[in-house]
């Protein structure tokens, strides 16, 4: 009997740590996730717009640089924003992050925009530039665009 209790205790145990989700982005508070749109025939503040989610804030980047990939210069922002976009990380699919660099698309080739996507995790730098039309993206980014769109409007309330 005993032999089965160890056994149904095992299995329990290896079901639950297969639960865990064990590839969170933001384990250290050094990790981060980047996202951002772009458009590069635009004016005014919403053009280009790149936040910095960290597990214990967000930050804005104030250079607003056209396709910019570092060098950002990222101010706080109220806890209540972090709030509304702290569970982005859930949103990124495991492909992408198998995912090499990659550009998928031809992003704001012809006006239509582009999404920034960078992740930063255990010091290893990942960067993904994606079509705002989704002919030019893969299906498993259809999700993760829409989320990123909608918390960036959430953010510019």
Excluded at 33 to 47: A, M, N, R
Excluded at 111 to 127: A, N, P, Y
Excluded at 138 to 143: G, I, M, N, V
Aim: glycine share 8%; charged share 25%; aromatic share 14%.
């Amino acid at each position: 009997m005993n032999k089965y209790i160890s056994l149904v205790f095992l299995l329990s145990l290896i079901g639950m740590s297969s639960c865990h989700k064990d590839d969170d982005i933001l384990q250290n508070e050094e990790d981060y996730l980047i996202f951002g749109k772009f458009y590069g025939f635009c004016f005014g503040e919403t053009c280009i717009e790149t936040f910095k989610l960290t597990s214990s804030g967000l930050y804005e980047d104030t250079l607003d640089h056209y396709r910019a990939t570092d060098g950002f210069d990222f101010v706080s922002l109220p806890n209540t924003m972090f709030l509304l976009v702290k569970d982005l990380t859930e949103e990124i699919p495991e492909a992408l992050l198998n995912e090499e660099n990659k550009t998928f698309g031809c992003p704001d080739c012809y006006d239509q925009g582009g999404i920034f996507i960078q992740v930063s995790k255990k010091d290893k730098l990942k960067t993904w530039f994606i079509d705002m039309d989704k002919k030019g993206a893969p299906d498993y980014l259809y999700q993760l665009m829409d989320t990123v769109n909608k918390k960036v409007a959430l953010i510019n309330g």
